[in-house]
C-alpha cells in the first residue's frame, strides 16, 4: 500500500537555500522533512573552490555542502533522497508527490528548487550531448586533457568553467557573445591573464560539428555578430555556460511566477501568491543567484512559514 507521510514543515531541494530552511525550522521544533532531489547538495555540488562563503576564504563546493546536510540533519531535520514529482497546492493540507512513491502532505511547503543551466537549444547540441557537449566542467573537464575545449558564455559560470578547464585542455577559447563579460573582475583578471586561454568576442556558435562513428565533438561554428564572417574552430569539447532557468515546473500553473519563470515572493518576504507556500533560493532570485543569498532566503522561509503556522493554531 502505498505511503502518506505528514509533516508540519515539507522542504523541497537541498542546494543552500534549503539546507538552511532546515537548520532554522528543525531549531524551531518544526521537525521538518526535506527532500533532496536528483542534485543532492544543489548547483554547487558541480563546482570547485567557492571563495566567497563568509567566514571560509576558500571552500569545496561539494564539502560545503556536505557540511550543511550534516548541520540541518544535527538540528534534527529528516533528510531524504527522493524526488518531488507532482505538487498540489489547490488545498490544504498541501499535497507532494515522490517519485519513490511516497505521498508527502504538509501544513506549510518550502520551495528550494533552485535552477539549472540553460542551453543554446541547437539540434547538434541536443545530438552531441554527453559525446562532446557539457555543461559541466568540473563532471568532464577530465576527458579533455591535451586537447582543445571552447566555452560559451560570458557570467561568472562560464569564466569559472573556463578557468577550471585550464587544469586539463592544451587551449581554452571563451566565445561570448558581446565584447565585455558580466563576470565579476578578479574572474576576468585572471581568465585574461592565462596563458591558454582566448576569447572570441561578439560572437554565436551556430552549429555544434562532429563525427559520427564514434559520436564526437571536432569543432563548433563560430559567426561573428557584427560582420557575420563565420569560422569552424576545431574543438573535442564544447562547454555551454550561459546561465540558469528556474526549475519552477512543479508550481508553474499553480504559483504567480514572473521574469520568465521565477516563482514570485511578496517583497521583502518568502510569502508566494499561495499562504502557507514558500520560495527561497534561486527559484526566486532572478538578481542575486549567490549561495549565500539562497541560505538568507532559506532563513527567512523558515522564519515566515514557522510565524503562518502560529497564526494558523
Ligand atoms: P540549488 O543549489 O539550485 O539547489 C536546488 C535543489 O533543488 C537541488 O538539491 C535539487 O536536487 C532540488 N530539486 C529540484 N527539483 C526538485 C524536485 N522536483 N524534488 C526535490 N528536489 C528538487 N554561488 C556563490 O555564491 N559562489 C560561488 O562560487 C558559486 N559558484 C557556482 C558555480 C557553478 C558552476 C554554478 C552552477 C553556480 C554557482 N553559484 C555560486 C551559484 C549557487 O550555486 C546558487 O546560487 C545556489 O546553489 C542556489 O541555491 P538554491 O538552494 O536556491 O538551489
Ligand atoms: P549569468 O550571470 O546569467 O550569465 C549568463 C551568460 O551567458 C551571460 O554572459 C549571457 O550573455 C550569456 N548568454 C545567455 N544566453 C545566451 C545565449 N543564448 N547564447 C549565448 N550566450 C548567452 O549566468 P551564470 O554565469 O551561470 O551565473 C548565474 C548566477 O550564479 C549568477 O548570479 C552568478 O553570479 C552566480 N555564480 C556565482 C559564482 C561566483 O560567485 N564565483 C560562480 C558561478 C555562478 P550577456 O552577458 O550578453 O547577457
Redesign the pocket.
Known sequence: MAQTRHTKVLIIGSGPAGYTAAVYAARAMLQPLLIQGLQPGGQLTI?TE???WPGLKTVQGPNLMVEMEEHAREMGAEIIADYITALDLSKRPFTATADSGVTYTADAVILATGAQA?W?GLPSEEKFKGFGVSACATCDGFFYRGKDVAV???????V?EALFLTNFASKVTLI???DS????KI?QNRLFKHPKVEVIWDS?VTEVLGGENPLGVEAVRVSNLKTGATHDLPVAGFFV????APSSELVADQLELHHGGYVKVEPGTTRTSIPGVFAAGDLTDHV???AVTSAGMGCMAALDAERWLAEQE
Open positions: 563546482t567557492v571563495e566567497n540553460k543554446l560559451i558564455g560570458g557570467g561568472n559560470t562560464a569559472e561570448h557573445r558581446r563579460l558580466r563576470a565579476e574572474l554565436e555556460a550561459i546561465g540558469h542575486y543567484r549567490q
